[in-house]
C-alpha cells in the first residue's frame, strides 16, 4: 500500500502545495507502529503517544561535554523553560570504553540514569542517539580511538571484527535506555541506528541497488537494539537529501528502520562556509531549503522528521573569535525554524540546543576546546536574545495543537497583497485551523515590506487585517497567522499578531498575543461583541468593532505588556518583542504534552525554570539579574506566591492576575588574582629526565595492524603502545656522534608539535 500513498504524493509535490491536498483525508494514510507497541505511532502528519499527535520541539546536548551530573539540571531545566517538548543526546562509545575491555556506564559521569530521571521529573521526551558512530565533531566521530589502528577492519560495516567491538557497549547502552522507554511509562521517545549512515544504495539511489554490507550492519545494529529490550521506533538520520537511505516508503531492502529522518545544515555546520558547498551550493545568507517535495517523495506516509536541524555552527581553527554567531543568530532562529513549519516538519531537533565543552581531548581535530557552536544556550550555560528568539516559537507549537495534523493547500505570493511577501496555507483537515506562514518571497533580502493576507476563515474569505493596519515582516523575519485556532472552547478566528501561548483557567482562556515594538495588529474572537482594556500599557489606539458572530480588536504595540478583557470571558495579554522574552508558561505537570490547563502564565524575570500549586500557593523557581516586575496569571485559588522557596509580597490587580517585585540579586566581586606561581610543564624534554618508570614503554613493535604501513621500523605509531588521544611525548637516545635527526610526524589537522632546542639533545656514546 505504500507504493500507492507515494504516488498520490509525488503527483502533489509535482503541484507543489496542490489545492488538490485539501480533499486530503487522515483516513487515507495509514497509521503505523512497530509490531512491538502501540504506545508510540506515527502516520504523515505527526507521531503519536497513546493517541495523541505530539509536535516533537527538540534540541541536543551532550552530557560528555559538561561532565558535571550537578549541572546537567539546569541545562534541562533552561531547555524545559522553553517550551520543548524534548531533548535529544549523543552517547560517546569513546567516553564509556578508554579500552576494549571497558565498558563504563556506573563511575562520576559516565553515570547517564540521571539524564532519564530528570527527563522524566521535567517532563520531556528523549531522542537518544547512541551510534555507535555518532561525528559530533569529536574525535574519530565518537569512536574509541583504540578502534582505529586497524585491528578492528575498516570499521561501520558488518566485519565481525568491528562487530565484537561495538557490541559491548552498544548492548550496555541498549539495555540503559530500556530502563526508560515511553511504551513503559517512561520518557525515551525513539531510538536512533548508527548517524547519518546514508549508505543504502550503491549508486544512485534511485536505481535502488542495495549495499549488501551496509544493509547487514544496519540490521545487526537493529537486532542487538531489540535484543537488549529497546521497544520503542528506531529512527535514522540521512546526512542530505541524496542518500535516500532507510525509509520504508522509498525501498523495502532491508536495515529499514521505523522512521527515517533528515538532517539539514542550511546555513553551514562550522564558520567555515567554504566547507558546505558540496551539500548547499554557494553560500547565500538566509537561503532557505525546499524539504517539503524531499518528504512527500522520500517518505510521504511517515511524519516530516529532522532528526538534526541547524542551532547554530562550531568554530574550527582559525575561525573568529567566538564563534559566527551573528550567522545563526536570532533572525536565524525566527526565519529558519518557521520555514520548516511551513514545509509540514511535525518533529525537529535543533543541533545544538547546548554546546559545552570539548574536555579530555575529545574534539575531532576540526574544532578546538570550546564547542558553544552558537547555540541557544551558551557554553556557560547563559541564555540571550537566540534562546528567547527560539521560545516565542516553541511555547507556540505546544500550544499549538491542531499544527500536529494539517495539510499543505498552497504557496506563493498570491495570498498577499505585496508581490515581496509569499505564504505558505497549512490546514487541519479536521478542525479546518489555518496556518499562513509568510516570508520574503527572497528569503535572502531582508528590510521592511508591508502587506494585507488573503485568508479563507469558518465565516469566509477575509483579507487582513481587515479595519485598519498592515502586517509587517522586518529584516529576515517570518510570521505565523493562524485562523479558526481552537482556545479552550473558544475560538480566535485569526490574529494578525502571532500567537505565543495560552491558558485556561477556570473554563476562561487568556490568550498571548505579541508583535515587535511599534507594529501593530488585528484579532478576532468568535463568540464575542464587545471588550474593554484592563491595563493599557503597553498599547495606544485599541479598538473594538462588533461583526456578526466575532469581535474585531485593532492596537497599536508599544514597549511593554497590556491586558485586555472581551464579554465572553477571553482574557488577552498583548506583548512587544522584549516583554515576549521575558514571559514565560511554565507547566504544572511533567506530562511533555502540556495542555491548557495545565499551566501558568509568568512576565517579568530572566527565567522560570518551573511551577507548581499547593493549595493556594504558587511555588516558583527561576533565576533573576535585576530588580524585576512578576506578573502571574493563574488559576484564581492562588493567593500567594513564592520564589525560590521564599515568599513574596504580593498584589492583585482589577483584572486578575497577580503582581510581585523581586529584589535585585547580590553583587558578587571577584578577588584579584595575584602571586601567580608557575611550574614546568614538560620535564620530559630535559636529558636529567628519568624515563626508566612504568609510565614509559619502549617503542619496539616491528608490525602492525595499520593498513598504512610505516617507512621506517620500528613502528613508531603511538596508537601502537595504547596511547591515543591527547599529548603523545617520545624521548629518543641516537648512539654516537649524529649531529641531527629527520622525522616525519603525522598528525593530521591541527598538530602541535613541540621539539627540543639542540642544547637539550641527549647522546649516547
Request: charge should be negative.
Amino acid at each position: 500500500m505504500a507504493h500507492i500513498y507515494q504516488l498520490v504524493l509525488l503527483l502533489l509535490s509535482n503541484l507543489w502545495f496542490s489545492t488538490a491536498a485539501q480533499n486530503q483525508s487522515e483516513t487515507e494514510w495509514p497509521l503505523h507502529d512497530n509490531g512491538l507497541s502501540k504506545v508510540v505511532q506515527w502516520d504523515h502528519y505527526s507521531f503519536h503517544v497513546n493517541g495523541q499527535r505530539i509536535f516533537v520541539f527538540s534540541g541536543e546536548f551532550h552530557y560528555w561535554r559538561i561532565p558535571v551530573p550537578e549541572l546537567w539540571r539546569d541545562v534541562l531545566e533552561k531547555v524545559k523553560a522553553t517550551g520543548f517538548t524534548a531533548f535529544a543526546f549523543y552517547s560517546s562509545w569513546a567516553y564509556h570504553a578508554p579500552n576494549n575491555h571497558t565498558v563504563d556506564f556506573s563511575t562520576g559521569a559516565r553515570d547517564i540514569t540521571p539524564i532519564f530521571e530528570l527527563a522524566k521529573e521535567l517532563g520531556m521526551y528523549m531522542i537518544v542517539r547512541p551510534g555507535p558512530y555518532v561525528n559530533a565533531e569529536a574525535s574519530a566521530g565518537g569512536f574509541p580511538l583504540w578502534l582505529t589502528t586497524g585491528e578492528y577492519g575498516s570499521l561501520r560495516n558488518d566485519d565481525p571484527r568491528y562487530t565484537a567491538a561495538w557490541t559491548p557497549y552498544f548492548a550496555n547502552m541498549s539495555q540503559i535506555t530500556s530502563k526508560y522507554q515511553v511504551t513503559d511509562g517512561h520518557n525515551t521517545l525513539v531510538y536512533q541506528i548508527e548517524n547519518e549512515y546514508g549508505q543504502q544504495w550503491i549508486g544512485d539511489p534511485k536505481d535502488r541497488k542495495p549495499n549488501k554490507t551496509a544493509v547487514a550492519y544496519m540490521e545487526l545494529l537493529e537486532a542487538s537494539a531489540r535484543e537488549n529490550g529497546i521497544t520503542v521506533p528506531l529512527t535514522s538520520n540521512d546526512p542530505n537529501m541524496n542518500s535516500k537511505s532507510w525509509g520504508s516508503d522509498w525501498s523495502n531492502a532491508g536495515g529499514n528502520v521505523d522512521v527515517a529522518g533528515l538532517d539539514s545544515y542550511p546555513s553551514c555546520w562550522t564558520c567555515d562556509v567554504s566547507q558546505c558547498t558540496s551539500t548547499n551550493g554557494e553560500y547565500v545568507p538566509y537561503k532557505v531549503i525546499d524539504y517539503y517535495d524531499y518528504f512527500q517523495e522520500v517518505q510521504p506516509t511517515l511524519p516530516s522528521f529532522m532528526p538534526e536541524f541547524q542551532g547554530g555552527s562550531y568554530n574550527p581553527w582559525a575561525g573568529p573569535e567566538g564563534g559566527c554567531p551573528q550567522d545563526t543568530g536570532a533572525e536565524f532562529a525566527n526565519l529558519f525554524y518557521r520555514w520548516n513549519i511551513g514545509q509540514r516538519v511535525t518533529a525537529m531537533s535543533l543541533y545544538m540546543l547546548y554546546g559545552g565543552t570539548n574536555w579530555g581531548a575529545i574534539a575531532a581535530p576540526v574544532t578546538a576546546t570550546s564547542y558553544d557552536y552558537s547555540a541557544p544556550i551558551s557554553e556557560d550555560r547563559s541564555i540571550g536574545a537566540k534562546y528567547s528568539e527560539t521560545k516565542l516559537l516553541a511555547l507556540f507549537t505546544r500550544t499549538a495543537k491542531d499544527l500536529t495534523m494539517t495539510e499543505a493547500i498552497g504557496n506563493g505570493t498570491q495570498y498577499t497583497t505585496n508581490t515581496a511577501v509569499r505564504a505558505f496555507e497549512l490546514r487541519n483537515p479536521q478542525t479546518n485551523a489555518g496556518f499562513y506562514v509568510t516570508f520574503h518571497d527572497d528569503t535572502t533580502v531582508g528590510g521592511n515590506q508591508a502587506f494585507k493576507l488573503h485568508v479563507n476563515t469558518s465565516v469566509g474569505a477575509l483579507t487582513v487585517p481587515k479595519n485598519e493596519g498592515v502586517i509587517q515582516l522586518n529584516g529576515h523575519q517570518s510570521k505565523i497567522i493562524v485562523t479558526d485556532f481552537t482556545l479552550g472552547k473558544r475560538t480566535l478566528l485569526y490574529s494578525t499578531a502571532e500567537v505565543l501561548t495560552y491558558a485556561v483557567f477556570e473554563d476562561r482562556p487568556t490568550l498571548v498575543l505579541w508583535v515587535p515594538t511599534g507594529e501593530s495588529g488585528e484579532f478576532a474572537i468568535k463568540g464575542a461583541k464587545s471588550g474593554k482594556v484592563e491595563n493599557g500599557d503597553g498599547c495606544s489606539g485599541i479598538k473594538f468593532k462588533s461583526e456578526k458572530n466575532y469581535l474585531v480588536v485593532n492596537f497599536s504595540q508599544a514597549k511593554g505588556l497590556s491586558v485586555l478583557r472581551l464579554d465572553n470571558g477571553v482574557r488577552v495579554v498583548l506583548l512587544d518583542k522584549a516583554a515576549a522574552y521575558r514571559f514565560w508558561a511554565p507547566a504544572l505537570t511533567n506530562d511533555p504534552v502540556v495542555q491548557e490547563t495545565e499551566t501558568v502564565l509568568v512576565h517579568g524575570p530572566y527565567l522560570v525554570r518551573s511551577a507548581s500549586v499547593s493549595k493556594s500557593t504558587l511555588a516558583l523557581r527561576g533565576d533573576s539579574v535585576e530588580k524585576t516586575t512578576l506578573e502571574i496569571f493563574a488559576p484564581h485559588s492562588v493567593r500567594e506566591i513564592t520564589w525560590n522557596g521564599k515568599q513574596v509580597k504580593t498584589s492583585q490587580t482589577s483584572y486578575g492576575s497577580l503582581k510581585a517585585t523581586l529584589a535585585a540579586p547580590p553583587t558578587i566581586k571577584l578577588p584579584a588574582l595575584t602571586s601567580w606561581r608557575s611550574n614546568d610543564s614538560l620535564p620530559e624534554r630535559l636529558p636529567s629526565y628519568d624515563d626508566s618508570g612504568p609510565a614509559w614503554i619502549e617503542a619496539n613493535h616491528m608490525t602492525t595492524s595499520n593498513p598504512s604501513k610505516p617507512a621506517t621500523l620500528p613502528v613508531l605509531y603511538a596508537d601502537e603502545y595504547g596511547f591515543h588521544n591527547g599529548v603523545r611525548l617520545w624521548r629518543g637516545y641516537f648512539n654516537g656522534s649524529a649531529s641531527g635527526v629527520y622525522l616525519n610526524i603525522q598528525g593530521g589537522s591541527a598538530l602541535y608539535v613541540t621539539l627540543p632546542i639542540p642544547s637539550q639533545l641527549s647522546h649516547r656514546n
